[in-house]
């Protein structure tokens, strides 16, 4: 199974970024879509989840109303726009496949991460 971020990159604040994540290696349908992310020092959190089908979403308190997850199930690629980026948005990000549940009772696969930069 493998999991590729892309989009990643250096944006001033106020700014927009398109993340995705193509899978492979797995049945993508099946399984429930979920963004992480780590700053310097800190801990991973959660950043916001998609259902099976693209149905429903949940998000982060700290990234509702500017971030939006999606998923193109015939491209096996889930996305995550992320609009009016603020300095503490900062962190490397990663995309993860969970188990058949909502909510995931687990993340069974990882993205190798890809650096957001935000600049003031």
């Known amino acids: 199974v493998q999991l590729v971020e892309s989009g990643g990159g250096l944006v001033q604040a106020g700014g927009s970024l398109r993340l995705s994540c193509a899978a492979s290696g797995l049945t993508f349908s099946l399984y429930v879509m979920g963004w992480f992310r780590q700053a310097p020092g800190k801990e991973r959190e959660f950043v916001g989840r998609i259902t099976w089908s693209g149905g429903v979403t949940y998000y982060a308190d700290s990234v509702k109303g500017r971030f939006t997850v999606s998923r193109d199930n015939a491209k096996n690629t889930v996305y995550l726009q992320m609009n009016s980026l603020k300095l503490e948005d900062t962190a490397v990000y990663y995309c993860?496949?969970?188990?058949?549940?909502?909510?995931?009772?687990?993340?069974?696969?990882w993205g190798q991460g890809t650096q957001v930069t935000v600049s003031s």
């Open positions: 993860a496949a969970g188990s058949t549940s909502w909510p995931p009772a687990r993340y069974d696969y």
